[in-house]
């Protein structure tokens, strides 16, 4: 009975299979029982039976070179990667995630509006139209921010004058 008969022809296939990858992986860590001694004379034939080269290692005759990436190359798509997604993580993180601290300097507008009120510039109506205009610029400011008055900030913070 040939190897890959024992339960028919079904892995025949798988057989050659095993074969073929250890023809092409020079390692040669593929543990297949007897695989030192070819079966019969289609196997000594096969152009992937495996010959020894100077280093040591397994490969089939005119096999290509191995494919694949240096560990330099592997080594910079990592960082080339990790460097982008932490950018990018810190970008989106401080423009749609992090506090942000804004002033209004509400005792300026205030002073502002006194003195055009007391001169006569703008009547009682129009005060109250800037009311609710600082109202509602302080009401579009977004929920991330924190509002402070201009008074109390040194510096570092905008500050919004209505």
């Known amino acids: ?7 028919g022809d079904s892995f025949g296939h798988l057989w050659k299979s095993l074969k073929l990858i250890k023809a092409v992986i020079p390692s040669g860590n593929i543990a297949l029982p007897n695989s030192e001694a070819p079966l019969n004379e289609e196997e000594k034939d096969s152009p992937l039976q495996s010959t020894e080269t ?24 990592a960082v080339l990667v990790s460097v982008t997604i932490s950018f990018g993580s810190v970008y989106l993180y401080d423009r749609f995630i992090a506090q942000k601290v804004v002033a209004v300097d509400l005792q300026g507008f205030l002073a502002k509006q006194k003195g055009l009120y007391l001169q006569g510039d703008i009547d009682d109506a129009e005060l109250k139209k800037r009311m609710d205009r600082l109202e509602q610029l302080v009401e579009t400011i977004p929920k991330r921010y924190a509002v402070v008055l201009g008074d109390v900030v040194v510096r570092n913070v905008e500050v919004i004058e209505p």
């Not at 009975?1 to 339960?7: N, P, Q, T, V, W």
């Not at 280093?55 to 798509?77: K, M, Q």
């Open 1 to 7: 009975m040939k190897r890959g008969e024992f339960l």
């Open 54 to 77: 100077s280093s040591g290692l397994e490969t089939p005759p005119d096999a290509p070179p191995p494919v694949g990436w240096s560990p330099a190359r592997i080594f910079f798509c």
